[in-house]
């Protein structure tokens, strides 16, 4: 296959390398456009008040463009400049630092170039790793590969991401692979308040998802079990049941 390779902790993070080289060793062509910088949590934001710029980096473990902006960038420009001439068969996003499960899926700048890319028409994965110092997880690249592989792609609807978390396990210590969806446990915000050296203030995001919240065979629930989880995503976000109630609402009102 011909795969496009992105994510959002930079194009010098360990999980991208790893996919890299797991991609090459089954015989995958790889397109790398990636963040020159992490961009974690910027979701699908885009540049649009400065200009993108792309440095053509080439290592011993990864070659490929870095972008001075988002994931979502990374997609956009890759796909309509940096990559002209190269028709990938799929996008890959990963492997991130820490699970996008849940609430994660809205706030991640690795799922957000996923969905770029589904809506772009591609078939898409974004790859996470249930741990955000992740070391040697050259096992888990392949077996995010096999994953890859054996998804019937062509059975997938259009304009849809395939969401894959892996458990901080050894790969054989895996449970299995499970379909499941997201949770619908919302994170549990609270600030850290510090001061400057200048004595001014300043606040720090923390927080947490309640496991009491957490519904049972959720992509959540079944990752700390020790599952492999696979979420498919949409990129169409119409909400049919509340489009009924406002086409009930009269079309001229005084």
């Known amino acids: 296959m011909k795969a496009v390779l992105t994510n959002d902790d930079g194009i010098r993070a360990v999980g991208l390398r790893a996919l890299y080289k797991a991609l090459g060793e089954a015989g995958h062509e790889v397109r790398v456009v990636a963040p020159m910088t992490e961009q974690s949590a910027v979701s699908s934001s885009i540049t649009m008040l400065s200009p993108l710029r792309a440095v053509y980096i080439e290592e011993e473990n990864v070659a490929g463009y870095g972008v001075f902006g988002t994931p979502t960038d990374c997609v956009k420009l890759g796909m309509s400049r940096l990559l002209d001439g190269f028709s990938p068969d799929i996008v890959l996003a990963g492997i991130n630092a820490g699970a996008n499960v849940g609430p994660d899926i809205f706030y991640s700048g690795t799922v957000a170039a996923a969905i770029e890319a589904a809506c772009q028409g591609m078939p898409a994965l974004a790859v996470s790793y249930d741990n955000f110092r992740p070391a040697d997880i050259d096992a888990h690249a392949r077996y995010a590969v096999a994953v890859m592989e054996r998804i019937p792609w062509d059975e997938i609807p259009p304009r849809r991401v395939i969401n894959l978390n892996m458990p901080d396990r050894p790969v054989a210590e895996f449970r299995g692979l499970a379909a499941c969806p997201p949770t619908t446990a919302a994170w549990d915000d609270f600030y850290h308040r510090r001061e ?6 300043y606040w720090w995001l923390d927080g947490k998802i309640p496991d009491k919240n957490v519904l049972p065979e959720s992509d959540k ?7 492999a989880t696979l979420t498919p995503l949409k990129c ?7 489009l009924k109630i406002l086409r009930r609402l009269p079309d001229r009102l005084p």
């Open 196 to 201: 400057d050296p200048r004595g001014r203030p």
């Open 236 to 242: 169409d976000f119409s909400d049919t049941e509340t």
């Open 221 to 227: 629930a079944l990752l700390k079990e020790g599952w």
